[in-house]
């Protein structure tokens, strides 16, 4: 019997996929795949129950088993705002480079703690939120290191960094691609490639440009309606500039620049 694709198994419930596209993750360089958000669940449940006992230790610690505080914002609009609009972040890595971050937003008299997984620079897996007017409960969750949050000049210089790399990348596309490729307007279609490509590439390049930035090309090979394809994707700083279908092996090679970093390329 001969294996025609590669399978998968989900980490909870050991369901096999043979699409990596089926499988959902919540942390960042993970091989912990899931078939379905319950198993996520399930597997951190003990790791849920382990940081609220760790959480009501420390407020037994600090007498703050009584502390109430409330906000004009719901639950998950709270959340929101602490997620997208931290006044710090601290990741902690274990020796399997596993991570927990916490975030933490001040408001006028108080903070809230939120702890959690990231993937793709955001939170993605909730382990507990808590608040308090305690600094002292605060300190105990800045754990590991600091993570630099940028200012909002910082992130407008960065986003007219990645739409000018862009616009240089779309022109060489635009020179180089051939009319019967895959047309621009059915690009959409291949949307849900992206990820995949990211999360387990057949190769990856890494290059510097003119101005010295190093960009990352992550291609993946696919069949979609019984045609091989290339999906392809530029990176700068982990940030998606420029993701592409092309049926074209020349415009394929056009974009194999670089120093190669990793193939799992199968003759």
């Given at each position: 019997?001969?294996?025609?694709t590669?399978?998968?198994?989900?980490?909870?419930?050991?369901?096999i996929?043979?699409?990596?596209?089926?499988?959902?993750f919540?942390?960042e360089?993970?091989v912990?795949?899931?078939?379905s958000?319950?198993c996520i669940e399930?597997f951190?449940s003990?790791m849920?129950?382990y940081?609220?006992?760790?959480l009501?230790?420390?407020r037994?610690e600090?007498?703050?088993?009584?502390e109430?505080?409330?906000y004009?914002l719901s639950e998950?609009?709270?959340?929101?705002?602490?997620?997208?609009t931290?006044?710090?972040?601290?990741r902690?890595e274990?020796?399997l480079?596993e991570e927990?971050?916490s975030?933490i937003?001040?408001f006028?008299n108080?903070s809230?703690?939120?702890?959690?997984?990231?993937?793709r620079?955001?939170?993605?897996?909730?382990?507990l939120?808590t608040?308090t007017?305690s600094?002292?409960l605060?300190?105990?969750f800045?754990i590991?290191?600091?993570i630099?949050?940028?200012s909002d000049?910082?992130?407008e210089d960065?986003?007219q960094?990645?739409?000018?790399?862009?616009?240089?990348?779309?022109?060489?596309l635009l020179?180089?691609?051939?009319d019967?490729?895959i047309?621009?307007e059915?690009?959409?279609?291949y949307?849900?490639f992206?990820?995949?490509?990211?999360?387990s590439p057949?190769e990856?390049?890494e290059v510097?440009?003119?101005?010295?930035?190093l960009l990352?090309?992550?291609?993946?090979?696919f069949?979609?309606?019984?045609?091989n394809?290339?999906y392809i994707?530029?990176t700068?700083?982990?940030m998606?500039?420029?993701?592409?279908?092309?049926?074209?092996?020349e415009?394929y090679?056009?974009?194999r620049?670089?120093?190669?970093?990793?193939?799992?390329?199968?003759?």
């Amino acid at each position: 019997m001969k294996f025609l694709t590669p399978i998968y198994c989900c980490t909870e419930c050991k369901k096999i996929v043979i699409s990596l596209d089926q499988l959902l993750f919540v942390e960042e360089n993970s091989v912990k795949g899931f078939c379905s958000e319950e198993c996520i669940e399930f597997f951190y449940s003990p790791m849920l129950k382990y940081y609220e006992e760790i959480l009501y230790s420390f407020r037994t610690e600090l007498k703050l088993q009584n502390e109430s505080i409330t906000y004009d914002l719901s639950e998950q609009e709270l959340m929101e705002e602490v997620i997208h609009t931290p006044s710090e972040i601290w990741r902690n890595e274990n020796e399997l480079h596993e991570e927990v971050f916490s975030y933490i937003k001040h408001f006028t008299n108080s903070s809230v703690i939120v702890l959690c997984t990231v993937l793709r620079l955001e939170p993605s897996f909730i382990f507990l939120m808590t608040k308090t007017s305690s600094q002292e409960l605060v300190s105990k969750f800045r754990i590991g290191e600091r993570i630099v949050i940028n200012s909002d000049s910082e992130v407008e210089d960065l986003i007219q960094e990645l739409e000018g790399k862009k616009s240089q990348l779309l022109a060489e596309l635009l020179s180089k691609r051939k009319d019967d490729d895959i047309p621009f307007e059915e690009f959409s279609e291949y949307d849900n490639f992206l990820d995949i490509t990211l999360e387990s590439p057949d190769e990856t390049f890494e290059v510097k440009d003119r101005e010295g930035d190093l960009l990352v090309t992550s291609i993946k090979s696919f069949t979609k309606n019984n045609k091989n394809f290339f999906y392809i994707i530029i990176t700068l700083k982990n940030m998606n500039i420029l993701s592409f279908p092309t049926e074209d092996m020349e415009l394929y090679s056009e974009f194999r620049i670089g120093k190669k970093t990793s193939s799992n390329f199968k003759n």
